[in-house]
């Protein structure tokens, strides 16, 4: 197993408070350019209710170009905060979600002047050879001890070098109501195009409760459902 170390080759700040196109035709206020993720978000001064930037590095350089074709990750879903998505993975859907990351972030506000509310994300597969170490995921938190949110102009909300934004929460202050981004979720990133990526603890738990419904289902439609016509093999 081969540990990777980013060197930022390929960095750049992305801002959201344009808000982007509003039309049909663009679903993503901000979205990172070939071969890069996010690793950073930050916030000039609303606590967090929304953020102004994102920071994308360029972190797969073993990855085949796209020549500037989209879609850039052939594989990719959209979690939405809103619904308590906070993490590109799910354990629901372990093979469809196992080593994304964010490369995208969406918002409901066009030219909000100064934040950008996101709901939903875009979280995209690793390109071939590179996976996540998940034993050794980090959290990179939005405010202090005290609650004191960290809106600055500087990038205080950081991944270390190496990790890779895979996650982002939100909670309501208990006094306001008001919702707040709280932290972000930190993966450390690896190459190694011989790692099998072994199933989730969860794994067997999940397929067990899916077939369990799935023959009650089956079982239910039998009870009405007429009987399938069936063949004899007449022997030759």
Known sequence: MLSWVAEGTGDCIISLTSGGHADDQHKWNTECHDGEA?????????DFQGFGSVWCRFLFPKKPPSFGLYPYYPWCNVRDISLREYYCYDKLFPSDTYDTFVTAMSSSQYYPGGISVSSSYKCCRLPD????DYRRCEYRYTHDRYGEHYD???WLVKCERGYIMTGIGQAANPWTNA???TWIQCCPLFYDPMFVVPHPPSNKTVQRQNITTTRQTILANS???????TTTAVPT
Not at 38 to 46: E, K, L, R, V, Y
Not at 223 to 229: M, N
Request: aromatic share 12%; glycine share 8%.
């Open 38 to 46: 996010i690793i950073a978000i930050q916030d000039t001064g609303s």
């Open 129 to 132: 050879g590179y996976h996540f």
């Open 152 to 154: 600055n102009d500087q």
């Open 179 to 181: 919702l707040h981004y």
């Open 223 to 229: 009870a009405t459902a007429p009987p399938e016509e």
